[in-house]
């Protein structure tokens, strides 16, 4: 069964420092993989996906991912934090048919100023 | 474009009762699907309708029944509610016709409180 795992619940960083979030998953096709954000009581806004191609893809907000097949993992990737950063992160994958999407169960950031 | 819209935003019920979530999907999108977000978990897919009928079903019993109107909106009902179904209800629309995994668009969520 398709699967996704965020080995990290939460995570703090402070703001300026550089962030990475893990995500790994289980699937036996070609995966087509997300990260989305979710502010508190919000709904959930995409940061990037990955379908094919060039495996660093880049992102809203200064983010990006790298695919690594060999290591089944899409980890989200930024620079330098800011404070507006603090939510929370769900690695989703595609599982085919229309577009229904597995998630992870998410990983806190908190951001120190 | 007023993206994918949900109501009510909040919702108390009390178990036994049953339950009414609206959504109306982006435009120029046919497809809807629900999830199910409760407190501290990832969302879980409820089940997915296109062209009036549910193309899809997760691991949710037949209390959680749907139904999508010949606009694409589309509505979440959940029978004799359990204390359990309170959860952040995720209504997410997309264009089917295009390739598979393109973006779904979610809704801010009706938060349901089941005492």
């Known amino acids: 069964a398709q699967s996704v795992t965020q080995p990290d619940i939460h995570i703090t960083v402070s703001e300026g420092a550089s962030l990475e979030l893990r995500c790994n998953y289980s699937y036996g096709a070609t995966p087509y993989l997300f990260w989305y954000v979710q502010s508190p009581g919000q709904g959930l806004q995409l940061l990037l996906k990955y379908f094919s191609g060039d495996t660093l893809v880049q992102g809203i907000k200064g983010f990006e991912a790298e695919f690594k097949r060999s290591q089944s993992s899409f980890n989200l990737r930024k620079p330098s934090v800011h404070w507006s950063d603090a939510a929370e992160y769900f690695c989703a994958v595609f599982t085919g048919g229309g577009n229904k999407l597995t998630f992870g169960t998410g990983t806190q950031l908190k951001v120190e100023l | 474009d007023a993206g994918v819209t949900q109501s009510p935003t909040h919702l108390i019920k009390t178990r036994g009762q049953q339950v009414t979530l609206r959504c109306s999907p982006k435009?120029?999108?046919?497809?809807v699907s629900w999830y199910q977000q409760a407190l501290g978990q990832g969302p879980q897919f409820i089940f997915q309708y296109y062209e009036e009928e549910e193309r899809q079903r997760g691991n949710f019993p037949d209390r959680f029944s749907g139904h999508q109107f010949p606009n694409y909106s589309s509505e979440l009902n959940v029978n004799a509610l359990l204390l359990g179904d309170s959860a952040l209800y995720l209504c997410a629309s997309s264009p089917i016709r295009d390739r598979p995994g393109t973006e779904a668009f979610f809704g801010q969520g009706t938060r349901l409180t089941v005492v």
């Open positions: 435009s120029g999108h046919d497809t």
